[in-house]
């Protein structure tokens, strides 16, 4: 079956330190990953999008990785900020939609 | 604010009783699509529009939903007969629909509904 695996856990972290998140997958081709921001109540909020080609995608203080060999996603933020603190959910694209994991909560401890 | 806009943003209601959402997309986004996520999980995916036409419809989505998009621009969804399992929160998302591969999808705020 199809399955996208987010860690349930919330991660802690530090102000300033670097928040990993993973997103493993089985059973998906997706044609590209995309990881979104949601915070409680409100909508997600697009943050980065990765194509099946791409290993690497930067922008600002994130970071997204793409293994298809592994069907994995790492995704980074640096320099942590106590503004980063929400759900972070992970979207395999393809077939004109999007399948998202639970999404992994940050908390992040001025 | 010229992001997805969706009414009422929170809908409580009877079981039984029929409801209707609206969606407003990004005004020159051709797609629209409808999730529905609930406590804990991620969005699930429900229906998308290509412009006017529904080209896809989830299992998820039973009988007694319905969505329609008339002119191509704003959307509705109807529940008939509401449950308490359809207690959920409810997402619009509209993208370009230009790129076949990468089309991001940018989300409203959501309709919470609960059924009592």
């Known amino acids: 079956s199809q399955k996208i695996e987010q860690n349930s856990e919330a991660l802690n972290i530090q102000e300033g330190k670097t928040a990993t998140l993973t997103c493993n997958y089985t059973?998906?081709?997706?044609?590209?990953l995309q990881w979104y921001r949601q915070d409680p109540g409100r909508g997600p909020v697009f943050l980065l999008l990765i194509r099946e080609n791409e290993k690497e995608k930067r922008k600002e203080r994130l970071k997204v990785t793409f293994d298809t060999t592994l069907k994995q996603s790492l995704f980074h933020i640096t320099a942590s900020q106590p503004a980063d603190s929400a759900t972070y959910l992970c979207?395999?694209?393809?077939?004109?939609?999007?399948?998202f994991g639970k999404g992994n909560q940050v908390v992040v401890i001025p | 604010d010229t992001g997805v806009s969706q009414d009422p943003r929170h809908k409580i209601t009877k079981r039984g009783q029929n409801v209707t959402f609206r969606c407003d997309p990004i005004?020159?986004?051709?797609?629209l699509y409808w999730y529905r996520q609930t406590l804990g999980q991620g969005p699930e995916f429900l229906t998308y529009?290509?412009?006017?036409?529904?080209?896809?419809k989830s299992r998820l989505l039973s009988d007694r939903f319905s969505a329609e998009r008339p002119k191509g621009s704003f959307s509705t969804l109807e529940i008939q007969r509401t449950e308490q399992g359809d207690s959920a929160m409810y997402l619009c998302?509209?993208?370009?629909?230009?790129?076949?591969?990468?089309?991001?999808?940018?989300f409203g705020p959501g309709t919470r509904l609960t059924v009592l």
């Open positions: 998302a509209s993208s370009l629909g230009t790129a076949r591969d990468t089309d991001t999808q940018y």
């Open positions: 005004s020159e986004h051709n797609r």
């Open positions: 979207a395999l694209g393809g077939n004109n939609r999007l399948a």
């Open positions: 529009f290509q412009n006017e036409a529904q080209l896809e």
């Open positions: 059973n998906y081709s997706p044609a590209y």
